[in-house]
């Protein structure tokens, strides 16, 4: 095992039973979450000796402890019956010491992993000549390792920058779209699959996606998906990723000729940058195991149902007008359209796409913004919010 | 007004976590002077189940199908007569579920369902599921001690044939069968079904070793739960309870609470009526502090939960079982004066009701009423 340098890590995307492709992203991350919480029992950390002996007649009678000698101790109240060993405590490990009053200690013999029916349990002493009253061996002290459960599913995200191009704009990062044309609901709930390095995921989808675009620079993007299920690893990704087309050229917006259309009606006729986002609810439904349990059900949802989608566009320029202050309630209605262009070279195959998408937002002014500063000019900001399903 | 109907004849989806198993008995009791209680079950169906169950995240057209399915109990039909006289379609007709786990095919009604549509194409429907007509002579545990009647033993020699008697046992691999007269067990390493007069070899892992000889063992094809699937799963000490002054004539409930526990103390006392004004309150009974438990088992893990699960259910709601609760609510039988209960040094307790959660994978809760009452 060795670090693998940013260039020697593939980050791939598919739709679902669907060709995908490398992304060329500027960063990932990959997280996984765990829900768990350890489990106490009532007096699992107090051992109760009610009998030395393997419980045949519940009368205390301690012996003579000697120094090293083992001794087989009947976990329980005084008079028995024994009860048995937490099943809260993961592990006794060997040697672990049982203080009781009076400065006395014992230390179990052996590791243990109670199962429910550990009645009996060997125990040590490291020096000899003293003995434990009945009352005393009611409570050994003593501090194991304890279980824990897991209280929901496991779940991870993902969370991609990258340069958005003609391949991965109309397919996995189109939350919109439709990886069938013909389905009904015209809802999209298919999955995406995957991977990072050599650890393949086949369960992602994605809640977020946003962008921004300024004049003179080329468009960054980022995405959020949320991941379920297994994650597997694949030493063999990384042999044939050099061969991929990553390293084809793709065409990637850029300001230069990308335009915003609808701004001048929000008084802003000089756009110096936009930003776009759209946003869904996303919730997993888990299946409960029936009589059997089985174990393939519950791991991964049957369906990630997607909710409220909301899009949100935000402009920035010279000016403000109208104002929601005074003209907003209910909602002061705009309409936005950015049409996305790489740099449309007619002298060349790569950035020669020309238009490439058309992202559009029909909502209300969300807010907006007057701000300037010394060495620098009054700048108008408004955010449109649209609630697209 | 009825939802399209549909062609579904049974419910195609499963429920979410968070499902929840209630179990209800329904007893008569009769109290006397020291706080002396005997119940006894009302009918063979006294033993309620009812599970509550959510179904989440349903698209409009399997919320249709699920509620078809459910409104199609109660569409009235053209009366109809038999041969005998009576209508043959009125009842309401009970349906099959397999409920989560770990409990077993049963019949059920559904008379309380709702819908909550939480978003375009996405829906959300409870339902309560009632179990119908389950009778506690379906339930075939063994008590305190062997049974030889519906109870198996096993001519234990470690790695050699082993003979089986009495009935045939089904243990699956990692069972644990106890030694007679200690507390003594091993593990099963694999998986040990033989038929009643035959032999299979018995390979054991005894910690503290295990004697050849005859021993008993639950685990046999006579036994049988009410709600529970595959009670052969489960396993507990076989013998009656060993005390220092003997062996005891119920189960003891092997299985600590969650470490927070509230216990409240409402001692019994009588109240004089003379007048509104004046009382005198007066020590009653020998055993006045007996005590009411609300008593919680979060995670657990599937097997555990099966295990208390059928130990509650093979007690059917009335039967006592010994339990230690903490070490500070200890009497002794030596303590001269009158502890309560009454020169006991452990606690008895009946469990008429208790609920089962299933969380998540391998996480379960059960909460469950422990009520005192004594042993004699």
New interface residues.
């Given amino acids: 095992m060795k670090f693998l340098p940013y260039e020697d890590v593939p980050l791939y995307l598919a739709v679902s039973g669907q060709e995908g492709e490398h992304i060329f992203a500027e960063s990932a991350t990959l997280s996984i979450e765990h829900s768990t919480?350890p489990?106490?029992?009532?007096?699992?950390n107090?051992l109760?000796i009610c009998e030395f002996?393997?419980?045949?007649?519940?009368?205390y009678d301690s012996p003579d402890f000697l120094a090293n000698e083992t001794y087989?101790g009947?976990v329980?109240?005084?008079?028995?019956?024994?009860?048995?060993l937490?099943?809260?405590i993961f592990e006794i490990p060997s040697g672990t010491k049982i203080t009781f009053p009076n400065g006395k200690h014992l230390h179990f013999n052996?590791t243990i992993h109670p199962?429910?029916?550990d009645?009996?349990v060997?125990l040590y002493s490291k020096s000899g000549g003293w003995n434990l009253t009945e009352g005393e061996a009611?409570?050994g002290y003593f501090e194991p390792i304890y279980?824990y459960?897991?209280?929901?599913?496991v779940q991870g995200s993902l969370s991609v920058n990258f340069y958005i191009n003609t391949g991965n704009l109309q397919s996995f990062f189109n939350i919109t779209g439709l990886s069938n044309p013909n389905q009904y609901?015209p809802?999209d709930e298919e999955k995406i699959t995957g991977y990072l390095g050599e650890f393949v995921f086949s369960d992602a989808y994605l809640t977020s996606f946003q962008f921004g675009l300024s004049p003179n620079s080329i468009s960054q993007a980022s995405a959020n998906f949320q991941v379920y299920g297994t994650l597997s690893k694949d030493s063999s990704i990384t042999d044939s990723y050099f061969s991929s087309s990553l390293y084809g050229q793709q065409s990637i917006p850029h300001g230069q000729y990308s335009a915003v259309e609808g701004s001048e009606d929000l008084g802003l006729n000089h756009v110096t940058s936009f930003s776009y986002a759209i946003n869904v609810d996303r919730?997993?439904?888990?299946?409960?195991?029936?009589?059997?349990?089985d174990d393939n059900?519950?791991?991964v949802p049957?369906?990630v149902?997607?909710?409220?989608t909301t899009v949100q566009m935000s402009i920035e320029g010279e000016n403000l007008d109208p104002n929601i202050l005074s003209d907003g309630f209910n909602g002061k209605r705009a309409n936005l359209k950015a049409s996305i262009r790489d740099l449309s070279y007619s002298w060349a195959e790569e950035n020669a796409n020309g238009f490439m998408h058309m992202f559009e937002c029909s909502g209300i002014i969300k807010n907006q913004s007057l701000s300037v500063n010394s060495a620098g000019y009054l700048n108008g900001a408004i955010s449109v919010e649209q609630l697209l399903? | 007004m009825d939802i399209k109907n549909t062609d579904a004849s049974s419910i195609e989806?499963?429920?979410?976590?968070g499902?929840t198993a209630s179990f209800t008995s329904l007893s008569n009791s009769i109290t006397y002077g020291d706080n002396h209680s005997q119940r006894h079950l009302r009918g063979i169906n006294a033993l309620k189940m009812s599970l509550s169950l959510n179904f989440?995240?349903?698209?409009?057209i399997e919320n249709q199908r699920l509620i078809s399915f459910l409104q199609s109990h109660f569409i009235y039909e053209l009366q109809n007569y038999d041969s005998a006289g009576f209508f043959d379609n009125k009842r309401i007709t009970p349906f099959d579920y397999?409920?989560?786990?770990?409990?077993?095919?049963n019949k059920f009604n559904c008379i309380d369902f709702s819908q909550d549509r939480?978003?375009?194409?996405?829906n959300n429907v409870k339902a309560t599921f009632t179990a119908v007509a389950p009778s506690i002579l379906s339930s075939v545990e063994s008590g305190p001690d062997h049974n030889p009647v519906i109870d198996g033993t096993i001519a234990v020699v470690d790695g050699a044939n082993s003979t089986v008697g009495g009935n045939s046992l089904n243990l699956p691999a990692n069972s644990?069968v106890y030694h007679s007269?200690?507390?003594?067990?091993a593990t099963v390493d694999s998986d040990f079904n033989v038929a009643v007069d035959s032999a299979q070899a018995l390979n054991i892992s005894a910690?503290?070793g295990f004697p050849d000889g005859t021993i008993s063992c639950n685990q046999t094809s006579l036994r049988n739960s009410i709600y529970i699937?595959?009670p052969n799963d489960c396993f507990y000490?076989p013998y009656a309870?060993?005390?220092?002054?003997g062996t005891?004539s119920v189960r003891?409930f092997?299985?600590?609470?969650?470490?927070s526990?509230s216990i409240s103390n409402s001692p019994k006392y009588r109240q004089s009526t003379i007048d509104d004004i004046y009382k005198k309150f007066s020590k009653y009974g020998f055993n006045p502090n007996l005590m009411n438990l609300r008593l919680s088992f979060?995670?657990?893990?599937?097997?555990?939960a099966k295990?208390i699960l059928l130990f509650l259910e093979a007690h059917l709601g009335y039967k006592k079982f010994?339990f230690?609760?903490?070490?500070d609510y200890?009497g002794?039988?030596s303590d001269t004066t009158f502890h309560s209960p009454h020169r006991k040094?452990?606690s008895f307790y009946y469990c008429p009701e208790w609920q089962h959660t299933?969380?998540?994978?391998?996480?379960h809760t059960i909460s469950a009423s422990f009520i005192e009452c004594i042993d004699y």
């Fill in positions: 919480a489990t106490r029992h009532i007096e699992d107090i109760r002996g393997t419980g045949s007649t519940m009368i087989t009947v329980g109240p005084s008079g028995g019956p024994p009860m048995t937490s099943t809260s052996s199962n429910g029916h009645y009996l060997e009611q409570s279980n459960v897991t209280q929901s599913p609901p809802i919730s997993p439904r888990y299946s409960i195991p029936t009589g059997v349990n059900i519950g791991l049957d369906r149902s997607k909710k409220s399903k | 989806v499963l429920p979410s976590f499902a989440n995240e349903l698209t409009d397999q409920p989560f786990y770990p409990y077993k095919q939480s978003y375009y194409n996405v644990v007269g200690d507390y003594r067990n910690p503290f699937h595959n000490y309870p060993i005390h220092e002054d005891l003891m092997d299985f600590r609470p969650s470490e526990v979060n995670g657990r893990s599937d097997l555990e295990r010994g230690h609760l903490l070490r200890v002794g039988t040094s452990l299933f969380n998540y994978k391998d996480n």
